[in-house]
């Protein structure tokens, strides 16, 4: 029955005889749990025959969109969900945390090395496909198992560990890099508008000067045409300042 999914009611994982062969699977779903293993776990991390030792711990299920698979608070079940397939929503005191959707996504992963009661709540936005790896190993206390799965489970604690880290120093790392640029594109807006300022100044002093200027002082387009002049101009050619725009300036001097 290693290759199970099914629908699962709230805060009551089933134990494994609870499971039935699915009609059909998901769309690149491992057909067993061994296969998800394989697939979670490189050979580098764990040899196949201890993968396979880890395989009557685990299941492959499916669970309805809307539904708690974690309750904050409550007691550890010492179950590991490891999503396969779908979307969840972590929360903690009711408040969104972060929201989960990629191929290997982990929670719940404490409960491989301790029996604490759940930190989070995590809930499906819609239908999951999990690997579900059931930790607890009371009943093996006088099995030579029991020590070898110890250390299986706190192999893997670490390596999800590891991998967590890294996802979060590279968040880190983009974050920073956003900070950074984000920076020079404030300093590079402050630049501008510094440079703004100056030109503004400039054009008052020049505006002042022109127009106090004794001398008629008439400014042209490259095709010729006024486009300002000064007070002076009415003083010299006789004529309204602000009526010379668009005249040619050879109209002035004619």
Known sequence: ???????????????????????????????????????LFPAAAFSG????????????????????IIQEGSPSDNRVYFLLQGMVTVLINDQFILRLNQRGDIVGEMSLISSAPRSATV???????????????????????????????????NLILTEKLRRTSDRASLYEQAVQQGQAIEQRRAGLEAQLV????????????????SDAIVIADPKGRVQQANASVETVFGLNAHGLEGLPVEELIA
């Open 198 to 213: 100056r030109n503004l100044q400039q054009i008052r002093l020049y505006s002042h000067v022109v127009d106090g200027a």
């Open 49 to 68: 025959e201890e993968l396979a030792e880890l395989e009557p711990f685990c299941q492959v299920l499916e669970v309805p969109a809307g539904r708690t």
């Open 123 to 157: 809930k499906t936005e819609q239908i999951c496909i999990f690997l579900v790896m059931h930790a607890a190993l009371e009943s093996l206390a006088n099995d030579e198992r029991y020590y070898k799965l110890r250390y299986y489970f706190s192999r893997m604690f």
């Open 1 to 39: 029955d290693a290759a199970t999914h099914r629908k699962i009611p709230v805060g009551n994982p089933p134990s494994r005889t609870d499971f039935v062969r699915p009609q059909a699977k998901g769309e690149g779903v491992p057909a067993t749990a061994l296969q998800a293993l394989q697939e």
